[in-house]
């Protein structure tokens, strides 16, 4: 029994420590222009999503949870959360806290 529960306790830590980083990433603020992050449920294609917002997107491919996008409008971020997407991330944003300024 006590094994279990050093399982479940390892697990929540772990979570905790992998979902923080996730959970800020997610609630950067994104300007609503420009390149954007959208991030999908894998089950889903994201193109549609994309598409159905009025975006268009950006680059060969996706990956398993999302794609790059733009689109017109400050509220293309809005529209792409209501067209399915889980989370919109700012492109800019997400490469500054990779240590890379826009060009």
Same mark, same amino acid.
């Given at each position: 029994?006590?094994?279990v529960?050093?399982?479940?306790?390892?697990?929540?830590?772990?979570?905790?420590?992998?979902?923080?980083?996730?959970? !800020?990433?997610?609630?950067?603020?994104?300007?609503?222009?420009?390149?954007?992050?959208?991030?999908?449920?894998?089950?889903?294609? !994201?193109?549609?999503?994309?598409?159905r917002?009025?975006?268009?997107?950006?680059?060969?491919? !996706?990956?398993?949870?999302?794609?790059?996008?733009?689109?017109?409008?400050?509220?293309?971020?809005?529209?792409?959360?209501?067209?399915?997407?889980?989370?919109?991330?700012?492109?800019?944003?997400?490469?500054?806290?990779?240590?890379?300024?826009?060009?």
């Amino acid at each position: 029994m006590a094994e279990v529960r050093l399982v479940v306790a390892m697990g929540l830590v772990g979570g905790l420590a992998l979902g923080s980083p996730l959970l !800020s990433l997610v609630n950067l603020p994104v300007a609503g222009d420009g390149v954007l992050l959208v991030l999908t449920p894998p089950w889903r294609d !994201s193109l549609p999503i994309v598409e159905r917002a009025g975006g268009r997107a950006i680059g060969v491919g !996706s990956g398993p949870f999302g794609r790059f996008a733009t689109g017109e409008g400050p509220g293309f971020a809005t529209r792409l959360r209501a067209a399915g997407a889980w989370a919109v991330v700012d492109a800019d944003a997400l490469a500054a806290l990779c240590g890379v300024s826009p060009g």
